[in-house]
């Protein structure tokens, strides 16, 4: 058997194990059920990136599937999930505080089942200082192994003990999960996993492992599925989505997957993310020059607009690449918006570094970008480094940084005002119900008047008023 025919087969077998634990579990479930005629409800807070957004609906699915509904009242329910991020230290500092409250909780209520997994769980030092001090928790797991969830509600079900699961790598993909998607018409897809970059300040490689792309035909076959059930834009989810298919059997470039995603009959528009600026490809803007569905739209992080700084971050590109980058995207695509990341404050940062940085954002005149204070991440290289900057410093800096991607981004979106765009509609406006809300292709928000027939719809929308970084339009 070659190798590939035996990892289906695997797969096949570790989702039918998980499925029928999800079975016994239901029935238990409907048992006690029928007794109480009270139904278990499940609440789950995800911090951090659209991964472990993406991760959470998986669980929730898995969860659902077992009999639990669910609220978003903590209070309330029988099952508390946290799925957890450490790309900063404030992401800890946020689960450690919420764990006290839940610690109060289960005094009053001792049948409450407390679960923590995700980025966080990946880390010795966290698992230790959860075993010492939050002994009420009752399962424990990481990033590699969430198709597990219902077998380890079973065996702390049977064993009455705090039960930790944490894998230091994957040991393979599982396909065909069960999955509770937040909206009907849009869907995220995970094309690989893990990063191998390593960038000195990154604490994600440690906790999601080595790259790992999943196979194409299972990429295809999911998003045909999603499609048949009333999807129309998907995001293709990756830590670096430019270097997916590097490590699969039959190399296949992520410029060759976006061809295959693009020819889904239904599917209307394709986003990806995260785009690492050293692995994007000429071919890949080749493909997203002549792409009738991906959307215009690119989150490239550049992080600093210092060589010097950009070096030290193990980033491998200076700030005249990045430039180029972004001369050759936008020649392919003028439509084209861009959003990014910035860390401000990275060990060394001097004013110097941080004009070049101002310099970027002024030069490539983004729509919105995420601005992170450098967090020191035990365990990279990063951390080891001296000359960190003072708080005071990055304070100046950071609300210099700010202000000026305010005053870029809010001058372009002005311009939009007059302009008619597709605009896919997503919901009703939570504050005005005669409100419907969507996105342009570039990802900015636009409320109409409208009602709920429209959801899912992609329409002509004409915008009328630019506010910053959202819009308000009516139907072209
Ligand atoms: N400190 C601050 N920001 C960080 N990021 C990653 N690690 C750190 C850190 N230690 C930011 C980067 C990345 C985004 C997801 O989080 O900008 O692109
Ligand atoms: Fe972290 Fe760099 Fe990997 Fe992004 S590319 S996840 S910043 S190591």
């Known amino acids: 058997m070659s190798e590939r025919a035996q990892t289906t087969v695997l797969n096949a077998t570790e989702a039918q194990i998980q499925s029928r634990i999800i079975e016994e579990l239901k029935a238990e479930f409907d048992k006690e059920f029928a007794q109480t005629g009270k139904q278990k409800k499940m609440c789950i807070t995800t911090f951090g990136c659209q991964m472990n957004a ?4 998986k669980l929730e699915g898995i969860l659902e599937q077992i009999g639990y509904e669910k609220t978003d009242d903590e209070n309330e329910a029988d099952f508390v999930l946290y799925n957890t991020c450490t790309v900063r230290e ?150 670096n989505v430019n270097s997916y298919g590097k490590n699969l059997q039959d190399s296949m470039s992520f410029a060759n997957l976006l061809q295959e995603v693009e020819k889904v009959e239904g599917l209307e528009r394709i986003r990806f993310m995260t785009s690492h600026p050293k692995d994007l490809s000429d071919d890949l803007i080749e493909v997203f020059k002549n792409s009738k569905k991906i959307c215009s739209h690119i989150h490239l992080p550049f992080q600093s607009g210092s060589t010097r700084i950009l070096n030290l971050m193990n980033r491998k590109y200076t700030k005249d690449d990045y430039l180029e980058l972004v001369r050759k995207i936008k020649a392919a695509r003028p439509d084209v918006t861009l959003t990014t990341d910035i860390i401000v404050g990275f060990p060394g940062e001097t004013d110097e570094d941080f004009e070049h940085t101002l310099d970027v954002v002024k030069q490539v005149k983004y729509n ?58 997503e919901e009703v406006n939570e504050k005005d119900n005669s409100l419907v809300s969507g996105r342009l292709e570039n990802n900015l928000v636009v409320h109409l008047k409208g009602t709920k027939d429209l959801i899912g719809k992609i329409i002509n929308v004409k915008i009328v008023e630019a506010k910053g970084f959202y819009f308000f339009g009516e139907l072209a």
């Not at 990946?122 to 939050?134: M, R």
């Not at 995420?370 to 020191?376: A, L």
Request: with cysteine; net charge positive; hydrophobic share 35%.
């Open 90 to 239: 404030n992401a800890n500092l946020k689960v450690y505080g919420r764990l006290g409250h839940l610690n109060k909780l289960k005094q009053n209520k001792p049948s409450l089942v407390i679960a923590l997994c995700g980025c966080m769980m990946q880390e010795d030092t966290v698992i230790a200082k959860i075993k010492k001090s939050y002994r009420f928790v009752d399962i424990i797991f990481g990033t590699h192994n969430i198709y597990k969830l219902a077998e380890l509600i079973k065996t702390r079900r049977e064993s009455g003990r705090m039960v930790i699961d944490i894998w230091k790598e994957q040991k393979e993909i599982v396909e065909d999960l069960p999955s509770d998607r937040k909206y009907k018409f849009k869907a995220c897809v995970n094309i690989m996993y893990g990063c191998n970059n390593f960038c000195s300040y990154c604490i994600v490689p440690y906790v999601r492992g080595r790259e790992r792309s999943r196979k194409p035909e299972d990429i295809i076959n999911e998003i045909k599925r999603l499609v048949e059930d009333g999807v129309v834009e998907i995001t293709l989810l990756g830590q």
């Open 54 to 57: 993406h991760d959470s609906e």
């Open 368 to 425: 919105s970008a995420y601005t992170f204070i450098y967090s020191k991440r035990t365990g990279t290289p990063a951390a080891l480094m001296d000359d960190q900057v003072s708080d005071e410093i990055i304070k100046v800096r950071f609300n210099k940084l700010h202000d000026t991607i305010q005053e870029i981004g809010s001058n372009i979106t002005d311009k939009e005002v007059g302009g008619t765009y597709k605009v896919l509609i």
